[in-house]
C-alpha cells in the first residue's frame, strides 16, 4: 500500500531563515506530487505541483520554491522566511485517478 | 479561474441531529469532485463523485453531485462528536496541464455538542 511522508512535524523558525521541507512517497512509481499550504484552518491553497522529476509548476507568485530530485521526493524551500509564511503545509499525490492523498503535515510557525 | 464556494462556514449541533453540508463549483473543466474530513491533520478522503444523481454512501454519511446546477451536498445523520471536524469540498480540473489539480473551498467547521 501507498504511505506518504512528511517531515518535520512541526517547525519554529526566525523571520529571515531558510526552509526545507520534505515529502516522500512510497509505494507507487510517477506519483503526481503537490504542495498545499492551509492557513487558520481553512480552505488548502495549492502552491506548487508536480508530474515527473525536475518539473515543477507554480501556482501563486510567492516566497517559497519547490524541487523534485527524485521521483518519489518532492521538496519545498525557501531562502529567507517571512511571517506570512507561517501555516500549515501538506503533501499531497495522485496516480490517475483524481483522488488525493495527503501526508501528515507540517506546521510552520515563523517568528 | 476554477472555483468552489461552501456553506455554512461553521455549524453547531448536538449529538442526533442530521447536517447538510453544500458545495457550489465552477470550473472549466470538470473531471470530479472530492469531499474530505480534516480533523487535527492531514484531511482524509470520504467521496469522489463524478456522476449526477448518483448517490455515495460511507454508513452515516451519504453525498450526491449535480452537475447541471453545479452543487455537491453532504449529509450526515446521527451526528456523533467524532463527526466535529472541518469538511473541504474540492473539485479536479480535467483539462490538458490543470490535469489532476484540485481546487478547494473554505471548508466548513462542523462541531458536534454531546
Known amino acids: 500500500s501507498q504511505t506518504i511522508h512528511q517531515w518535520p512535524a512541526t517547525l519554529v523558525q526566525p523571520v529571515g531563515s531558510p526552509l526545507s521541507l520534505e515529502c516522500t512517497v512510497e509505494g507507487t512509481s510517477n506519483p503526481n506530487l503537490y504542495w498545499y499550504r492551509q492557513a487558520a484552518g481553512r480552505g488548502l491553497q495549492l502552491l506548487f505541483y508536480s508530474v515527473g522529476i525536475g518539473q515543477i509548476s507554480s501556482e501563486v507568485p510567492q516566497n517559497l520554491s519547490a524541487s523534485r530530485p527524485q521521483d518519489r521526493q518532492f521538496i519545498l524551500s525557501s531562502k529567507k522566511l517571512l511571517l506570512s509564511d507561517s501555516g500549515f503545509y501538506l503533501c499531497?499525490?495522485?496516480?490517475?485517478?483524481?483522488?488525493?492523498?495527503f501526508g501528515p503535515g507540517t506546521r510552520l510557525l515563523v517568528l | 479561474e476554477d472555483k468552489v464556494v461552501q456553506s455554512p462556514l461553521s455549524l453547531v449541533v448536538h449529538e442526533g441531529d442530521t447536517v447538510t453540508l453544500n458545495c457550489s463549483y465552477e470550473?472549466?473543466?470538470?473531471?470530479?469532485l472530492l469531499w474530505y474530513k480534516q480533523e487535527k491533520k492531514a484531511p482524509t478522503f470520504l467521496f469522489m463523485l463524478?456522476?449526477?444523481?448518483i448517490e455515495k454512501k460511507s454508513g452515516r454519511l451519504s453525498s450526491i453531485l449535480d452537475k447541471k446546477e453545479l452543487f455537491s451536498i453532504l449529509n450526515i445523520t446521527a451526528t456523533q462528536t467524532g463527526d466535529s471536524a472541518i469538511y473541504l469540498c474540492?473539485?479536479?480540473?480535467?483539462?490538458?496541464?490543470?490535469?489532476?489539480?484540485?481546487?478547494f473551498g473554505q471548508g466548513t467547521i462542523l462541531t458536534v455538542h454531546p
Open positions: 463524478t456522476s449526477s444523481g
Open positions: 474540492a473539485v479536479a480540473n480535467a483539462g490538458g496541464t490543470s490535469y489532476g489539480k484540485l481546487t
Open positions: 499531497a499525490w495522485t496516480r490517475g485517478s483524481g483522488t488525493q492523498y
Open positions: 470550473v472549466t473543466n470538470f473531471r470530479s
